[in-house]
């Protein structure tokens, strides 16, 4: 079974819209005394602004994911029933950050709520290399084109490379939460700094070879 990309994207753009929703719901001001002062007002923000912080970083990590998510499929020709399998697993991991970024939220000096934001961010981007890899192996970037073909497959070797980092990152970034969150927060940057500005190939094409869909339907 094989089907357009398109219809797998909007799927997952419905799923992270959803997600970045749900994070922003959880950050809500106390409610204020009706006699209330200037210093309680600067107090609830003192007490939200960790929220907005972890939302802040959060919110930036899901859109890269989105970003760089978008760009694999614009490269991909073809989703077969695995490829959708993966993207689906990839999904569910990706659903889980509102729940770390909750706990950084309301304690940001928990090495556990670090460790689990971590967690969830290596199994995230497992899965997303998985998929890339997936797609490689089974030469779903392949185009008529030998050219735009080859230098598809170099951007995919190049996103591969900078995955093995961030996976590092986080894997390393998990044990070292309880020893400094700053140093685990720290290494939680990287990823999001080496993939900020998502690989492309400007010749790569979003339309489906239709020759290809015809032949695995005939």
Not at 200 to 217: L, W
């Amino acid at each position: 079974m094989q089907i357009r990309t398109g219809r797998v994207e909007a799927f997952s753009d419905s799923v992270i819209s959803i997600l970045i929703t749900v994070m922003v719901f959880d950050i809500k001001f106390p409610d204020l005394a009706h006699d209330f002062t200037h210093r309680d007002v600067v107090q609830g923000f003192h007490v939200v602004g960790p929220k907005l912080i972890a939302y802040l970083f959060a919110f930036m990590v899901v859109g890269i994911l989105w970003l760089n998510h978008h760009h694999f499929f614009h490269l991909v020709q073809v989703v077969d029933e695995k490829l959708m399998w993966l993207n689906l697993i990839f999904l569910f991991w990706l659903s889980l950050v509102p729940f770390p970024t909750s706990m950084i939220g309301k304690n940001p000096f928990l090495p556990e709520s670090a460790a689990i934001f971590g967690c969830v961010l290596f199994m995230t981007s497992f899965w997303f290399s998985a998929m890339r890899r997936y797609a490689a192996n089974h030469h779903l970037f392949e185009r008529k084109d030998d050219e735009i073909t080859e230098k598809v497959e170099e951007v995919s070797r190049r996103v591969q490379v900078k995955n093995y980092v961030s996976l590092c990152a986080y894997a390393l970034g998990i044990p070292l939460a309880y020893v400094s969150v700053y140093i685990s927060f720290g290494l939680f940057i990287i990823p999001t700094i080496l993939f900020f500005i998502p690989d492309g190939v400007k010749e790569a094409s979003d339309d489906v070879t239709e020759e290809i869909i015809d032949k695995e339907q005939a």
